[in-house]
T-cell receptor, first 113, second 114 residues
Framework: SQQGEEDPQALSIQEGENATMNCSYK?????LQWYRQNSGRGLVHLIL?????REKHSGRLRVTLDTSKKSSSLLITASRAADTASYFC?????????????FGAGTRLAVHP | EAQVTQNPRYLITVTGKKLTVTCSQN?????MSWYRQDPGLGLRQIYY???????DKGDVPEGYKVSRKEKRNFPLILESPSPNQTSLYFC?????????????FGPGTRLTVT
């Protein structure tokens, strides 16, 4: 089964508003990553947060991790139309002796001018 | 420029006609992987490779083959494509030794099997 499930599935906001996406997982992690995908394109790594970190920033992105709730959130502040994309969380899970990256189904973000 | 390349980008083929999608990376990454992306299902891993001559099945390996004869290349082979393999395919690579497993993705190959 997929782990790293995002919520909501879709989000529509106006430019300038903040966008928050959430990700839950079921088993313990080493780190959790967020990726962005523009329509039909490859995924691009945005930010990584390790299991011993609670919050991380990168430009207008803020990621939090709550290991007790097994959840993470991605906040995009002051959104722009160019932020329109799908966002995926991915967690590392030890599987068969190696660290496997598990992706969720993603959140589709639409930012309207 | 560090990148992962895939070819072809678009392919329409018929059931049963063998095809190969190539993947190449120029970052000397040990780890390479193939995913397929279908609406509502996110990315599902087909096969992965930890290094040259080391490959293993992912979550949805049926109907696919891979090989890793060189570190930079990781082709995906569909011996007898079927319509349920119509999908968007991504190759990705990462450094194993970094510990972060940040993956670099290719631009994708959109495959249609009729």
């Amino acid at each position: 089964s997929q782990q790293g499930e995002e919520d909501p599935q879709a989000l529509s906001i106006q430019e300038g508003e903040n966008a928050t996406m959430n990700c839950s997982y079921k088993t313990s992690i080493n780190n959790l990553q967020w990726y962005r995908q523009n329509s039909g394109r490859g995924l691009v790594h945005l930010i990584l947060i390790r299991s011993n970190e609670r919050e991380k920033h990168s430009g207008r992105l803020r990621v939090t991790l709550d290991t007790s709730k097994k959840s993470s959130s991605l906040l995009i502040t002051a959104s722009r139309a160019a932020d329109t994309a799908s966002y995926f969380c991915a967690k590392i899970r030890l599987s068969g002796g190696y660290n496997k990256l598990i992706f969720g189904a993603g959140t589709r973000l639409a930012v309207h001018p | 420029e560090a990148q992962v390349t895939q070819n072809p980008r678009y392919l329409i083929t018929v059931t049963g006609k063998k095809l190969t999608v190539t993947c190449s990376q120029n970052m000397n990454h040990e780890y390479m992987s193939w995913y397929r992306q279908d609406p509502g299902l996110g990315l599902r891993q087909i096969y992965y490779s930890m290094n040259v001559e080391v490959t293993d099945k992912g979550d949805v390996p049926e109907g696919y083959k891979v090989s890793r004869k060189e570190k930079r290349n990781f082709p995906l082979i569909l011996e007898s494509p079927s319509p349920n393999q119509t999908s968007l395919y991504f190759c990705a690579s990462s450094l194993v030794t970094s510990g972060s497993y940040e993956q670099y993705f290719g631009p994708g190959t959109r495959l249609t099997v009729t």
